[in-house]
């Protein structure tokens, strides 16, 4: 599995599976949540109605609908309380779910944005460390069809924090 890290807007990638940091009503939200929606239009919305929202943890997947992207796969990230209320394993858990259901559907190119690291206030070089560890372990402990998977990340601090995470990691 290859891993690499890119700045810019995820609605722009042209992956089979972009991953939205969504709340768990599944409804729309601010940030990458707010952009995932208006580019894909009214009928993401109308998908995820029927979703029934998502637990922290976990993950839903849906079309793509008018982003590059074939799918989205919803997942809702930890808001950080300290670190003491299983913040940690929760964010892995976003990780692992989102490549398990790629996995499941036989997708090759996943792009996940820096999840919980937002309005959600996760501390950003902790989220860097499990995202990146995380997903590494996936792709050396499972059989996947997911062959590349992409950081895309919004703003210089995770840019950086991604940048160097994997040059000491790869
Ligand atoms: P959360 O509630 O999980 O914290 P946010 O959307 O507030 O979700 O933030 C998650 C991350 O997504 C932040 O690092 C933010 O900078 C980033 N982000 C915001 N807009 C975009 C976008 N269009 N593409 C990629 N990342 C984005």
């Known amino acids: 599995m290859k891993l690499t890290v890119i700045q810019g807007d995820i609605t722009k990638c042209a992956v089979d ?3 939205n940091a969504a709340n768990s009503s599944l409804l729309g939200g601010g940030g990458v949540d707010g952009a995932i929606h208006r580019a894909a239009g009214p009928d993401l919305l109308a998908e995820c109605r ?3 929202g ?3 943890g976990q993950a839903k997947i ?3 609908y008018r982003l590059p992207a074939r799918y989205v796969i919803h997942t809702v990230g930890p808001i950080w309380r300290g670190g003491n209320s299983r913040e940690p394993e929760l964010l892995a858990s976003c990780y692992r779910r989102v490549l398990e259901i790629a996995t499941e559907r036989g997708l090759i190119t996943v792009a996940f944005p820096n ?6 206030r996760y501390p950003k070089d902790q989220a860097c460390a499990i995202a990146l560890k995380t997903v590494q372990e996936f792709g050396q402990q499972r059989e996947t069809s997911v062959h590349e998977v992409q950081f895309v990340c919004f703003d210089d601090e995770n840019f950086r924090l991604y940048q160097q995470g994997l040059s000491t990691t790869a």
């Open 50 to 52: 029927m979703l029934n």
């Open 115 to 120: 999840i919980s690291t937002g309005v959600y």
């Open 17 to 19: 599976a972009i991953v």
């Open 54 to 56: 998502c637990p922290t």
């Open 62 to 64: 849906t079309g793509g």
